[in-house]
């Protein structure tokens, strides 16, 4: 699990070069790269976590390989938006503070269960469920426009530090700011800001569908 940052300041610099909130590309990613790119997700999938149907591995793996010799081995940092289900509030009980819950069904041709039954299914669905969920830190988050993210830094590989939620950070960036990832929670694909020379690469991997864009582009969404 991650190491939770102490504050937001790795991301102080992120708001001042962004463009208006709303569905452009530089609504989410910063503007004054080079270059810019859109990385789809696998269709039906609304996240890079997830393999193709043709058994190929996940985009944000292959993305990660794509971007380790831009990277080396400076720090990376990653935000996650707060909103995610699998998050609960710092020193709270999950059960009542995350945006999960826990239902007992039965078959209909079965007899309801009383109530001390499902109370009883209830909770045992709950201590399976609850070490599983994440609890949000209590440092300050970065608030960027009508959208806040917790932080935390470690190396390039530690962007897939939630992959068992199905989550991949919302921003993610290295120290020296070469370049940056980002998504927004309904988008249908990330974006990426970079060199001249790390686009043509992420373009040119074949499995990640990935095309230019222009800051001012609008991003893909899933009713697209």
Partial sequence: MVTWDDDASAGAWIAERLGPFGPRVDGTVPRGYAAYACVPFPEAHGTLLY?????????????????????????????LWTGFSFLYDHGTDPRHSSGIGVLVGWAEDEPRPSEEEIAAAQAEAWDQLAPTLVERPAAPMLLLPHREHHLWTGTLADVAAFRHHGQAPSLWWPEDRSWFVGSDVDAAAAYLGGSEALVDAVCAEPTLGAYRVAPSDTMLFEDD
């Fill in 51 to 79: 393999a193709t149907e043709d058994g190929s591995p996940a985009p944000l793996d292959v993305l990660v390989d794509v971007l380790e010799p831009f990277t080396g081995v400076q720090p990376v940092h990653a935000g």
